[in-house]
């Protein structure tokens, strides 16, 4: 079975300071591994994907994520937070052609950015 | 090209009715799916649907149902509501589940309240 751990449900940092969001990965089979973005009142919105190849992914709005088998993790930076990032992140995980599209998702962590 | 919709954003509703949620992906996906999102639960997994198939289906009771159309527009039942069924219930498309194109992409989801 897959799972996904997040790091830490609340993270504080300060505008113009390095956004770093924790996530760890299970999975039986090489996995597809996402990070979403959920602003108040909304859906959730995709800022990268990893399939396979390059470890690091680039995504929107300045993100960016690297894959690290040995770690079974797959962390979220960005290097200058703006206060636009506040929001909560939630990573995610499928795999398999039994699978489908099915997501597993972490816990979700809380974005604070402070001026 | 447009997003996903859902039908309707905001809903009301009391115990021991039923209600139906309607969801129309992206032109040209066919796989939709569904996800409950709650503070205490996170996002849970419903149910997927490819081409009028139920491809996979979450851990949730047989009061939740959903079917997919022949326009791949999907729809989702909750019979004999409870309390706990209270939740923002999430609808993504992808393209092809199971591939490199396999990236949900979500609504801003349907706000149902159970008094």
């Known amino acids: 079975a897959q799972s996904v751990t997040q790091l830490g449900s609340h993270v504080s940092v300060s505008e113009g300071a390095l956004v770093l969001l924790r996530c760890n990965y299970s999975?039986?089979?090489?996995?597809?591994l996402f990070w979403y973005v959920q602003y108040p009142n909304q859906g959730l919105q995709l800022l990268l994907k990893?399939?396979?190849?390059?470890?690091l992914v680039k995504g929107i709005n300045g993100f960016e994520a690297e894959f690290k088998k040995s770690e079974t993790s797959f962390h979220l930076t960005k290097p200058s937070a703006h206060m636009s990032d506040a929001a909560e992140y939630f990573c995610?995980?499928?795999?398999?052609?039994?699978?489908?599209?099915?997501?597993?998702f972490g816990e979700g962590t809380q974005l604070t950015v402070n001026p | 090209k447009a997003g996903v919709t859902q039908t309707p954003r905001y809903l009301i509703k009391t115990r021991g009715q039923q209600v139906t949620l309607s969801c129309s992906p992206i032109?040209?996906?066919?796989?939709v799916s569904w996800y409950q999102q709650t503070p205490g639960q996170g996002l849970q997994f419903l149910f997927e649907?490819?081409?009028?198939?139920?491809?996979n289906k979450g851990n949730f009771p047989g009061r939740f149902s959903g079917r997919q159309f022949s326009n791949s527009r999907s729809e989702m039942n909750v019979s004999t509501l409870e309390l706990g069924d209270s939740a923002l219930y999430l609808c993504?498309?992808?393209?092809?589940?199971?591939?490199?194109?396999?990236?949900?992409?979500f609504g801003p989801g349907t706000r149902l309240t159970v008094l």
């Open positions: 993504a498309s992808s393209l092809i589940p199971g591939t490199d194109y396999n990236e949900q992409f």
């Open positions: 999975s039986s089979v090489p996995p597809y």
């Open positions: 990893y399939t396979t190849g390059a470890t």
């Open positions: 995610a995980v499928s795999g398999g052609e039994t699978s489908g599209s099915r997501l597993t």
């Open positions: 032109s040209g996906h066919r796989s």
């Open positions: 649907y490819f081409s009028e198939t139920q491809r």
